[in-house]
């Protein structure tokens, strides 16, 4: 095999295939050598990656392979070189490229639909706020509602309280089960929800659902609730996907919601930090706002949000490369989501089995990311718990998992009260999961408890 040195064209030019000699002389009888990239490659792109930890925890923060690093220098760089040429002659059709390949990777009607943002959490903030407008100028009435999940993502909850709260919407949580058993069950209590929200004919102006949860994970039937949303009157919807692209499948056709927002530096590999804010054509859309205004206001969310102000606009200009990364997989982004997915399932399934307890969800629930019961002798009974939990197998063992703290219900026996999120990408290999494995069952070999933790 080659070392990566030799190969490393490879990563400025991924579609030059020219088998090399020395391959061809091992593989005489094959016509055509395999032009998808090899293990030791993908090794080599995340060479980067601090060898002593295994990393089961993409779901955070998503990982950058080599060649998308090298290509966002050459972004910085250009901008260094003469920031004045770069400002008026490159920045705007960087951007607009890149929202072109995110319309047909998600399947936006338009391109005016797509705004590039730094983060899921600000997509939701500038949807929130125009919600807080509403409220303001009198559009909404005070004690509107707005509808959100109960496994939302702590930010975005933080945030509709800093804005629909304060600005006088009432706020309804859908309250979920955990472990899930079905998606009927979330269906149901979604329903419910709505029916509370619109006691004494209060109007649901705003339903914000994530996709893919984030703590604790699972996929969220977002067309389902979509419809029932349209059937019921609801306003508008909010879908929160911070794990949406590379890790579920986004067709914005299909889904139908008035907003979708999701990551890119997740689980599609850009540099952090960067994300789309999808808005459906709609006579209001020319309401939204960047938070930061700057010169482009009143010109549209696209436009306002491609300069708000000098800043490294990097991460959002090499998505384009990020597209030619993917494309070297057999599949593009559909087949590493479809592997992903396999692998954590059968990663999941295999550490349940040690450790003697259940996943999270069922298997079509899940994406690249699942929830696994930890033994209860660990005794987790706290936030704190999972905290010094996950930071003893950080700092102890080197490994780096979320954990989650589930409360049990009345009369449980023996319950299962921690989780861990563990996550699947293309730089992962089954000795990380055998590593945590191993770890846990030491620490239930040597009678270990959360309690014997330092505060």
């Not at 016509?31 to 090899?38: D, E, G, L, Q």
């Not at 706020?129 to 702590?154: N, P, S």
């Not at 209060?202 to 029932?228: C, G, T």
């Not at 384009?320 to 692998?343: C, D, Q, T, W, Y």
């Amino acid at each position: 095999m080659d070392s990566p040195k030799n190969r490393h064209h490879h990563h400025h030019h991924p579609h030059h295939h020219q088998p090399n000699g020395d391959f061809m002389t091992h593989l005489p009888k094959k016509p055509k050598v395999s032009t998808f990239i090899a293990d030791s490659e993908v090794q080599a792109e995340f060479a980067h990656h601090d060898p002593s930890v295994a990393r089961i925890n993409n779901g955070s923060f998503g990982s950058c392979p080599a060649s998308v690093i090298a290509a966002q220098q050459q972004w910085q760089l250009r901008f260094l070189r003469q920031p004045d040429s770069f400002y008026f002659n490159e920045l705007q059709k960087g951007i607009l490229e890149s929202r072109a390949v995110i319309k047909d990777l998600i399947n936006a009607e338009d391109v005016e639909e797509i705004s590039i943002v730094d983060n899921a959490t600000t997509a939701a903030a500038i949807v929130l706020q125009q919600i807080a407008w509403d409220f303001a100028e009198g559009r909404f009435q005070k004690g509107d509602v707005a509808v959100m999940l109960h496994y939302a993502y702590g930010a975005v909850k933080k945030s509709v309280e800093a804005y629909v709260k304060r600005a006088g919407g009432r706020v309804v949580e859908v309250q979920l089960p955990f472990p899930v058993s079905s998606r009927e069950e979330i269906v149901s209590e979604f329903r419910k929800a709505l029916e509370r929200g619109k006691v004494d004919g209060r109007k649901v102006r705003l339903a914000v659902i994530d996709h893919v949860s984030s703590m604790p994970s699972v996929v969220i039937p977002v067309k389902e609730l979509v419809k029932i949303c349209r059937d019921e009157g609801v306003d508008q919807v909010f879908v929160d996907a911070a794990h949406g692209i590379g890790c579920v499948d986004l067709d914005m056709k299909e889904i139908g919601a008035d907003f979708y927002t999701s990551n890119l530096h997740k689980w599609f590999f850009c540099p952090p930090a960067v994300a789309f804010l999808y808005c459906r054509k709609s006579p209001r859309s020319s309401d939204l706002h960047h938070l930061v205004v700057s010169h482009e206001y009143g010109n549209g969310l696209a436009i306002e949000s491609a300069w708000i102000g000098t800043r490294d606009y990097s991460a959002q200009l090499v998505v384009p490369s990020v597209l030619e990364f993917v494309n070297r997989f057999e599949g593009g982004i559909e087949g590493i989501k479809k592997r992903n997915h396999e692998a954590v399932l059968r990663m999941g399934e295999m550490l349940a089995k040690a450790w003697g307890t259940n996943l999270g969800c069922p298997p079509d629930m899940c994406s690249s990311m699942i929830m696994v019961g930890l033994p209860a002798c660990l005794e987790i009974w706290s936030e704190t718990d999972t905290l010094k939990l996950r930071d003893h197998l950080r700092d102890s063992f080197g490994i780096e998992v979320p954990i989650y703290y589930r409360s049990p219900k009345e009369g449980e026996v023996g319950p299962i009260t921690g989780y861990a999120r563990i996550s699947h990408q293309v730089y992962n290999k089954e000795e990380d999961y055998f590593k945590f494995r191993d770890a846990i069952n030491k620490l239930v070999d040597n009678k270990f408890t959360c309690k014997l933790l330092p505060e």
